[in-house]
């Protein structure tokens, strides 16, 4: 059972509007920083949120991210086959004194 | 370039050791963070914990005390975990990755499997 909760799945059509939520607590998305990453299978895990909305350099501007209160939100606008993975967020958790992650959510573009 | 590459897989016998290397290139390796993250098969990601680059000292999540060990050798840039008294549950892929402020992973390695089988 994961700290941050994920939905499990999400899908929709190329080139549509996906988000993907991030439940949490005051101990965790509350009151630090969260970050996004895509996960591909086989693959290393790519950053593509930090510090709850910035995007690094190379990330297109299709992905945005967001925080209210113990809640945070992946966007990804239009939509491309190649979006398909797992993504997920993490953050610090003050109680715990431990790095957390969602349970991850599986994208899918029909 | 910067990158962090990590050593190959491990097949390994119940009650085996393994120690899973993480080499550093393209930045000064001392300074940010190192932390290992864990996949199990069909799982997400799971935070192990973490090692400062500066003193060497480790911090491991609460399900990883006792028989895993994180260290360094900053003269090679290369940070190590060691799993000991390996059980058919380790088996997983496990991820270095550098940690730019906490939690917030902006360079991973590429994965190591380890399968634990009889």
């Known amino acids: 059972q994961s700290v941050l909760t994920q939905p499990p799945s999400v899908s929709a059509a190329p080139g549509q509007k996906v988000t993907i939520s991030c439940s949490g607590s005051?101990?965790?998305?509350?009151?630090?920083?969260v970050s996004w990453y895509q996960h591909l299978p086989g693959t290393a895990p790519k950053r593509l949120i930090y510090d709850n909305n910035k995007r690094p350099s190379g990330i297109p501007d299709r992905f945005s991210g967001s925080k209210s209160g113990t809640s945070a939100t992946l966007g990804i606008t239009g939509l491309q086959t190649g979006d398909e993975a797992d993504y997920y967020c993490?953050?610090?958790?003050?109680?715990?004194?431990?790095?957390?992650f969602g349970g991850g959510t599986k994208l899918t573009v029909l | 370039q910067v990158q962090l590459v990590q050593s190959g897989s491990e097949l390994k016998r119940p009650g085996a050791s393994v120690k899973v290397s993480c080499k550093a290139s393209g930045y000064t390796f001392t300074g940010p963070s190192i932390n290992w993250v864990r996949q199990a098969p069909g799982q997400g990601l799971e935070w192990m914990g973490w090692i400062n680059t500066n003193t060497g000292n480790p911090t491991y999540a609460q399900d990883f005390t006792g028989r895993f060990v994180f260290s360094l050798d900053a003269s090679v840039s290369t940070a190590y975990l060691q799993i000991d008294s390996l059980k058919t549950e380790d088996t997983a892929v496990y991820y270095c990755?550098?940690?730019?402020?906490?939690?917030?992973?902006?360079?991973w390695g590429q994965g190591t499997l380890v399968t634990v089988s009889s």
């Open positions: 993490g953050t610090w958790d003050s109680s715990l004194s431990a790095g957390v």
């Open positions: 990755a550098r940690d730019r402020a906490t939690i917030d992973f902006d360079l």
């Open positions: 005051n101990s965790n998305i509350g009151n630090n920083y």
